[in-house]
């Protein structure tokens, strides 16, 4: 039976905040490292940067000057449709114009703060060409605004001009310089364009007035010749008949189109229709008698049948009163369409009489006329070249006050504040660069740990195994040895495998074999032996909770479990001993069988010799009873590898080794088997197929994610019970986890009994 979709055992992954701060706080000395390094970046460069001044001159710019003749409505309109006025005064402002009379007008070519190479003007030397001269002006008037700042101040008409330079007598001579040079720049145009305006409006005045003297000749001869007395409509009987006569000619076609209309009408019309419009005496008679008589019908039909003879009788009259209408009808309706014809005859009689009238008046009206068009069209030439005229002195008076305002230098420009001297340096700043810097990197050193993190694929605590394994934890075993450095095993775990099989495992184990604690007498105590020799110690309790939560892993009988990992050094057998030792302690005959052909390390644990083991009772060479050593635990059996067979996978899936399984399921009541990682060799998935489950050991930050789904995978698809996940070497940092653990370890410590040379950070 195949599994379900790897997805449905993945359940989707929730924001913890706490998980993120234990992210940082796990690498707090890598950021305060990349800070410090960042802070003396900081402190180096202000050390190492000259010092820079900065002067700032306020000044006020307003649209243009206050010339009392400018009424407050032109004031009004000209500030609506000068929205662009103040961006272009702030480019004009850092534009190389006006920084080239700038450095003109300081003589900055010869300061030498400014210009230390002092190569003074062409044209001021007397040699030289003017384009050197321009290209050298260019040059100094680009230095100086590499230095400039323009700045205005926000919901006001006020700009600073800043200026940056390393002396700070020349910052604010310069920016002070600058803003006079503005004004000077401004008043200088201002007055070249009044003299141009002046000079031009008094030649159109001049123009105008001459050409308002031809027309004023032209119109009074053309009166003389055309005996034009007066141009009033009122007395021109000719125009008064013609407007009578469209008054008229209005009204006949307004009735002709409505005789038209009434015309079409009867003409369409039926004798039926005819006998309900028409209002002729005799139909309105006989149609007031059809409908009494429909509306006597309709109040007997309530009380009589249609069949009853006197209603047939009057349904008779009925017909017959219908019959005789539409006769009446039809006559009626010759008569009106001959009627309705004959006014509408008459009608369009008066209306084309009308309309000839009108022409012929048209054509007297034309003649009566064209000489005052004619005039007219004069008088209007003269009167708009009038009001031209009075435009163009108004101007004129308007840009003469202009002009007399410039010769007292006014500007819509005043400095507000001057620039002064400087006291001290504008930058660099310590405080600025240390807190910058410290920011930067700050910001530097989370980045590179969220990098760090999301780039670190390796499993490090519970929720994460449950999360991409989708199977429980049944237990987490904390790591004894957590002073040691990183996550890895091979310093203090000391599990290597080498397999070859394309993992790549290839560590060497270290003397001690695993992580060890001290005991009473000083010597090294093993991981794997700690709930037998140390009872009360937090690790025992861990696997004690192991057991309890693997007895309670299932409904069904479990006896035979597998312990498995993903890949070599995941603390299987420290996991398979411990773990068969706890089950000892219950009281219960316990057989730990070291399934791990390629690899053995129990016997090494309990000091037993490997010479027979199950290698021997699978090849025949040695029975059951010859394989089942004793250890020094009570209740607990062990069964060593035996000596390394060339095809390990063969015999654990042949015949003898299923009927060793179904013979050690009678004789123990629990049997542990340690077997091969099952990514590395199939030998956990035949183990696996004979056991009531399987229970995969990871290592906190060594096993990848992938790795561990793959063997999930693996062993699923060989449809082998998984029964949960145990976490090995979990190193308490931070976080929730951290607090329950130390909750726990407070309990866990109570009425531990104290010994001489005990180690704490076991």
Avoid at 320 to 346: D, I, T
Avoid at 507 to 533: C, D, M, Q, V, W
Avoid at 674 to 687: E, Y
Wanted: glycine share 8%; aromatic share 6%; proline share 4%.
């Amino acid at each position: 039976m195949l599994e379900p979709p790897r997805e449905l055992f993945e359940p989707e992954s929730e924001f913890h905040l706490a998980d993120y701060v234990k992210i940082f706080t796990d690498r707090w000395q890598l950021i305060a490292l990349i800070a410090l390094l960042a802070v003396a970046g900081g402190v180096l460069s202000y050390l190492v940067t000259p010092k820079e001044y900065r002067a700032t001159t306020t000044i006020l710019i307003e649209r243009r000057l206050s010339i009392p003749v400018q009424s407050a409505i032109e004031a009004a309109w000209e500030n609506y449709y000068s929205m662009e006025f103040y961006p272009t005064q702030y480019r004009l402002l850092q534009s190389r114009g006006l920084a080239e009379r700038t450095v003109q007008n300081l003589r900055l070519d010869q300061d030498p703060a400014f210009n230390p190479a002092r190569a003074a003007l062409a044209g001021d030397t007397g040699g030289g060409s003017a384009a050197a001269d321009q290209a050298a002006l260019a040059g100094l008037a680009g230095r100086l605004l590499g230095g400039l700042e323009v700045k205005p101040v926000g919901q006001t008409q006020m700009v600073d001009i800043s200026y940056r330079s390393t002396n700070p007598d020349l910052a604010a001579r310069i920016a002070n310089g600058l803003a006079e040079t503005y004004i000077d720049w401004g008043i200088e145009n201002r007055s070249n364009l009044a003299g141009k305006t002046s000079v031009f409006l008094g030649a159109q005045i001049e123009t105008l007035k001459q050409e308002i003297q031809d027309k004023e000749n032209q119109a009074l001869a053309y009166s003389k010749r055309a005996d034009i007395v007066t141009l009033d409509t009122g007395g021109n009987v000719v125009l008064s008949r013609l407007q009578a006569l469209n008054t008229d000619y209005t009204s006949a076609v307004s009735e002709r189109i409505g005789k038209g209309a009434a015309l079409k009408e009867l003409e369409v019309a039926t004798p039926e229709i005819a006998a309900e419009i028409l209002d002729d005496p005799i139909v309105v008679q006989l149609r007031g008698e059809v409908v009494s008589m429909e509306r006597d019908y309709a109040t007997k039909l309530s009380t009589f049948k249609p069949e009853w003879p006197a209603m047939v009788e009057l349904k008779g009259r009925i017909d017959q009163a219908r019959r005789n209408l539409l006769p009446a009808a039809r006559e009626a309706l010759a008569k009106a369409r001959e009627a309705a014809r004959s006014e509408y005859q008459g009608a369009l009689r008066r209306e084309q009489a009308l309309s000839a009238e009108i022409n012929a008046l048209k054509v007297e009206n034309r003649e009566v006329n064209s000489a005052s068009i004619e005039y007219n069209n004069l008088r209007l030439e003269i009167d708009t070249r009038r009001q031209l005229l009075d435009e163009m002195l108004r101007k004129q008076s308007e840009t003469d006050v202009s002009s007399r305002l410039q010769a007292t230098r006014e500007s819509n420009v005043r400095v507000v504040d001057r620039a002064l001297v400087p006291g001290g340096p504008f930058r660099p700043s310590l405080r600025r660069n240390v807190t910058l810097s410290g920011g930067v990197g700050l910001m530097l050193g989370f980045g590179l740990v969220l990098l760090l993190h999301y780039m670190d694929r390796t499993v490090k605590t519970s929720e994460e195994v449950e999360r991409q394994l989708g199977v429980p934890v049944l237990a987490v075993i904390p790591d004894v040895a957590a002073g040691g450095k990183g996550y890895g095993l091979l310093g203090r775990y000391g599990y290597g495998y080498g397999y070859g099989y394309g993992y790549g495992y290839g560590e060497k184990r270290s003397k001690s074999h695993g992580r060890k604690g001290r005991g009473a007498n000083g010597e090294a105590t093993k991981i794997e032996l700690l709930p037998h020799l140390r009872p009360r110690m937090p690790v025992a309790e861990a696997y004690r909770a192991l057991r309890t939560a693997l007895l309670l892993s299932t409904a069904s009988e479990l006896k035979v479990v597998v312990i498995t990992s993903s890949i070599p050094g995941e603390g299987k057998t420290s996991t398979a001993s411990n773990l068969a030792i706890v089950l000892a302690q219950l009281g219960k005959s316990v057989l730990l069988l070291d399934g791990d052909l390629r690899k053995p390390r129990l016997h090494e644990v309990f000091g037993m010799s490997n010479r027979t083991g199950l290698v021997n009772h699978l090849t025949g060479s040695a029975g059951p009873e010859q394989i089942l050593l004793r250890t020094e635990v009570p209740n607990l059996y062990l069964t060593p590898s035996g000596p390394a067979p060339p095809n390990p996978s063969e015999l654990l899936s042949s015949e003898r080794m299923r009927d060793l399984m179904r013979l050690l399921r009678l004789r123990f009541d629990y049997v542990v088997v340690d077997s091969a990682p099952a990514l590395a060799v199939t030998d956990a998935t035949i183990l696996g197929s004979m056991a009531d489950g399987v229970v995969l050991t990871a290592c906190a930050g060594r096993v990848q994610r992938q790795e561990a789904k793959a063997c999930r995978d693996r062993l699923r698809m060989a449809e082998v019970k998984v029964l949960g996940a145990v976490l090995n070497r979990f190193r308490i940092g931070g976080g929730a986890y951290r607090k329950g653990y130390a909750e726990y370890q407070a309990y866990a410590g109570y009425g531990e009994e104290k010994r001489p040379g005990e180690v704490a950070a076991l």
